[in-house]
Each structure stands twice: as C-alpha cells, then as structure tokens.
C-alpha cells in the first residue's frame, strides 16, 4: 500500500494501473469520467510522455477532455474517431454480470454513447462498488429540461407499474440551482434500492418522453478491474468466464501521484 494515498484511493489508483496495461500503441481510446477514471488518465498521460504511448483519447465530459490534454493526450471528439479501440470508465456499481449503474458523476449519455462505440469496455472500481443486485446507489436518468416535472411524475409512475421499490426521485442540484450535464439537460436520481429487472428498466425509462438516458449500462462492459485498498486487483473478464489477481506496486508510479490528489 502506498503512504502516500488512503486506502480507497490506492484502491482506484491500482484499478486504473492495471487497466491501462491494456493500452497499446494505435489505439483510439474512450477516456472515461470521475475519480478513478482521472487516475488512468494521469496515468496514460504519463505513459505518453514517458513511454512514448502514441494513443487518441476521446473523453466523455469536459472535465476529461480538460485533463487529458492537460496531461499531453492528443484528444479527438466522437464523430472523428467514429469507432473506438477501448474505454476505460468508473461505475457506481456494478453486478456479477458486469451491468452497471453510472452517472454519479453526470457524464452518463457521453459515457455510454463512447463505450457503445467501443470494441471493448473496462471498468475500474474500488471493490466498494460491487452489489448482489443494482439500485443501492440511486439511478441517474438524463432528462431534457423542457417540462422535467412531467417527465420526473412519468419515470415515477413507470416505477409504481414496474413494482420497483421505493418510488422517491430528486432533481440534481448544483448548489441551490438545478444542475446541468455537458449537454445542457437536468439529471433525475431514482431513489430505487434494489432493481429487479434492469434490463426491462433500462428499455422502459428511455421510451418515456423527455428522457434522454439513463444510468444503467446493460451488456456494454467487457471486464471489471476491482482495486483493494492493499494494493491487489482482480480482473473478471465477462466473455472468457476468467477472474485472475494480483498486487500493483507502486515505486515505479511514485512521480504520477506526488503532485496530484484524486479528481
Ligand atoms: O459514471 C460516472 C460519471 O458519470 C463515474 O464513472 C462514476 O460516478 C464513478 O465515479 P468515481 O470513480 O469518482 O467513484
């Protein structure tokens, strides 16, 4: 473990350093959005400078976007890369069968649109994340603003009818205002517990008017890559059946996180 870091984020920081093992040469990469995903971006702008990794970042929110070319990543927007290698993202949570809820973060309908577009998606998480069943973190659905409170008393009903436990939604705030993604729209947070069928949800919500998105990313991720606090990652790999482990050190990364605190 590292003195430098708490153990969530060594936890997040080893994640990302495994992932990024994965990254090659050539590769045109979806850069994912938040803490974690701020790591495998240092780290990747590190490998860039250093290593002489020559890669194409499409990030999923202006923060990335800010950051990677901060670190030296030469970055490209969707419609210009038109197909990508790999993202590599964070999750709020994720299941055994890999499915995600995301959004925690605001950037769910760039990040979904990236690893949709993707051939290969890794997920990065603490191993805080993982459930038995989605819905303890509460589902961000994407709403434009036009008439948002019909469409909260929409999704609300849908979840009556779905039977999906506790029906309470929120309006995102920023600060006492409503808050706004990078595509200007509001963010609702379905206070749901526990989501029986997710994949029924996920299909439902957006066929409601007003809804953009939502936060549940169904089939999309390839592999989770889980970081402890000590230091040991476990990669699960959906399509080989696969987990392996193993412990990420740390001397050699010293430089990337002396001068940088999470995101
Ligand atoms: O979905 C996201 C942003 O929209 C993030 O990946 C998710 O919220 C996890 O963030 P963090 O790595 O900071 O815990």
């Known amino acids: 473990m590292s003195d430098t870091l708490s153990p969530i984020d060594t936890a997040k920081f080893v994640a990302a350093k495994r992932a990024v093992q994965y990254v090659e040469s050539g590769m045109k990469l979806g850069l994912g959005t938040g803490s974690t995903a701020a790591w495998m971006v240092r780290l990747l702008g590190d490998m860039v400078r250093n290593e002489g990794l020559s890669i194409t970042g499409v990030p999923t929110s202006t923060r990335t976007a800010e950051l990677a070319r901060q670190q030296g990543i030469k970055v490209m927007s969707l ?20 499915n995600l809820i995301k959004g925690g973060g605001g950037a769910l309908l760039q990040e979904k649109i990236v690893a949709t577009a993707s051939d290969q998606m890794i997920v990065i998480s603490d191993i805080s994340k993982q459930v038995d069943t989605l819905g303890a973190f509460p589902l961000p659905v994407e709403v434009i603003p036009f008439g948002w409170q019909t469409t909260k008393a929409l999704v609300e009903e849908t979840l009556v009818s779905m039977d999906v436990l506790g029906q309470r939604s929120t309006l995102r705030m920023n600060g006492n205002a409503p808050y706004f993604t990078d595509e200007g729209n509001h963010i609702i947070d379905l206070h749901v517990q526990r989501i029986g069928n ?16 939502n936060g549940l990313f169904i089939d999309i991720c390839d592999i989770v890559v889980i970081g402890h606090g000590d230091g040991r990652v476990e990669t699960r790999d959906i399509n080989s059946g696969e987990t392996t482990e193993d412990t990420v050190r740390f001397a050699e990364s010293e430089n990337i996180f002396a001068d940088m605190g999470a995101d």
């Not at 419609?79 to 949570?93: F, N, S, Y």
């Not at 997710?198 to 998105?213: D, F, S, T, Y």
């Open 79 to 98: 419609d210009e890369a038109k197909w990508l290698d790999l993202t590599i993202d964070g999750a709020d949570e994720f299941d055994s069968e890999l």
């Open 198 to 213: 997710a994949r029924q949800l996920a299909l439902i919500l957006n066929q409601i008017p007003g809804v953009v998105e």
